[in-house]
């Protein structure tokens, strides 16, 4: 079993609709969570960070952490044609350089 | 140029031939990690340096795969006798000072196909 786990999808939905993006994981040592965007042919960037449990929000996105569930939430309002990506969640314990990367959401938002 | 910058973006070579990726980070940035995304997966962590130090090289998957870091810069990663598993996205990223919560800048990537 993977320590995160995240859907594939592909996720398909008109502009203008919520999109709900999440991701489990099983180490409780994990602290530190982020979430990335990835556009084709390019590198992840950096969308979303919280640390440990709680609410964030930039804009239209907002991401959500449940340590009790151990589960990760990113929401997109107002969706747009430009977030077409995918959508890759990244965990992390404190003191450790590596992030665990969840396999990452595909996302389509049609005009 | 401002990011992190990955030669060569793409690369094509035979079952059995060495290859050799490039990683140039982002000019101040003390850490440096090679990640490996393959078709429809995560990313898959490789290794960690800091400066010209790798303290964490545990992802990296066979004796085949090392890296090297130089002047606290540039970076190559090795894979010998590639095979045809090792097909897959290579991605370099560099971060200020490799702390666990600071924002990882990654480059476009090398994609690799082994014949």
């Known amino acids: 079993q993977k320590e995160v786990e995240q859907d594939p999808g592909p996720l398909s939905v008109p502009e203008g609709a919520i999109v709900s993006l999440n991701c489990t994981y099983s180490?409780?040592?994990?602290?530190?969570f982020m979430w990335y965007r990835q556009y084709s042919r390019k590198g992840p960037e950096l969308l979303m960070y919280?640390?440990?449990?709680g609410n964030k929000e930039d804009g239209r996105f907002t991401a959500q952490v449940d340590k009790s569930s151990k589960y990760i939430s990113l929401f997109i309002r107002d969706s747009q044609p430009s977030d077409s990506a995918t959508y890759l969640c990244?965990?992390?314990?404190?003191?450790?350089?590596?992030?665990?990367f969840g396999q990452g959401t595909r996302l389509t938002i049609n005009p | 140029g401002a990011g992190v910058s990955q030669s060569p973006s793409n690369k094509v070579t035979e079952k059995g031939k060495d290859v050799e990726l490039r990683c140039d980070p982002i000019?101040?940035?003390?850490?440096l990690y090679w990640y490996r995304q393959s078709l429809g997966q995560g990313l898959e962590f490789l290794i960690y340096?800091?400066?010209?130090?790798?303290?964490?090289k545990s992802g990296l998957p066979s004796d085949r795969f090392s890296a090297e870091r130089t002047g606290g810069s540039v970076s190559t990663l090795t894979i010998q006798r590639t095979q045809q598993e090792d097909s897959a996205v290579y991605l370099c990223?560099?971060?200020?000072?490799?702390?666990?919560?600071?924002?990882?800048?990654f480059g476009s990537g090398t994609q690799l196909s082994v014949l």
């Open positions: 180490n409780s040592a994990f602290q530190y």
């Open positions: 990223a560099s971060s200020l000072a490799g702390q666990s919560n600071e924002k990882l800048f």
């Open positions: 990244a965990m992390n314990k404190n003191g450790a350089q590596k992030l665990v």
């Open positions: 919280t640390y440990s449990s």
């Open positions: 340096f800091q400066g010209n130090s790798a303290p964490d």
């Open positions: 000019s101040g940035h003390t850490a």
